[in-house]
């Protein structure tokens, strides 16, 4: 059960990558960039649209991670203890309190994204943006590099 729900929680964390990043380079990108370029064509979607998808997306890893965290705190937890993995639990404790902080942003978040663009507001989202990406990059690779280093569902 843990192994189906930990391989969920990928795939879903897997689509919220895919879609903050892209946000947040369509977000970044200056507004005089070529067309055809790389860069360019991330300004060919509206950013907009992917906010409700990653509010959603979000929301359903964070509520995954918090299931399988069960199974990391019981089973996984005191070997990689044993074993002297200090610095990858360290990173794992920041991958908590970095999706609580995100958690916290997402309303506002979301709320930024729904009102008009404006000088002001596109600030506030290119900030809000990147903190989140950053936050869904962080968890990402060090939920990665926990489950190889943990061996979880083996």
């Not at 990653?54 to 509520?63: C, F, Q, T």
């Not at 978040?109 to 989202?125: A, K, S």
Request: proline content about 4%; overall charge positive; hydrophobic content about 55%.
């Amino acid at each position: 059960m843990a192994t189906t729900l930990l391989i969920l929680h990928g795939l879903v964390a897997v689509a919220l990558l895919g879609a903050i990043t892209h946000q947040t380079l369509a977000t970044c990108v200056p507004l005089g960039a070529k067309p055809h370029s790389f860069f360019g064509r991330f300004r060919a979607v509206p950013a907009a649209g992917f906010t409700n998808a990653i509010v959603v997306l979000y929301l359903i890893s964070a509520l995954l991670g918090a299931v399988v965290y069960l199974y990391f705190k019981i089973d996984l937890q005191p070997y990689l203890e044993r074993d002297r993995h200090w610095h990858a639990l360290g990173f794992f404790d920041l991958k908590e309190d970095f999706v609580a902080i995100g958690l916290g942003v997402l309303p506002a978040y979301w709320f930024c994204w729904r009102q008009p663009v404006n000088g002001r507001n596109h600030q506030l989202r290119a900030a809000l943006t990147l903190l989140l990406a950053f936050i869904v990059w962080w968890g990402f690779l060090v939920g990665h590099v926990m489950n190889n280093i943990g061996g979880f569902g083996s």
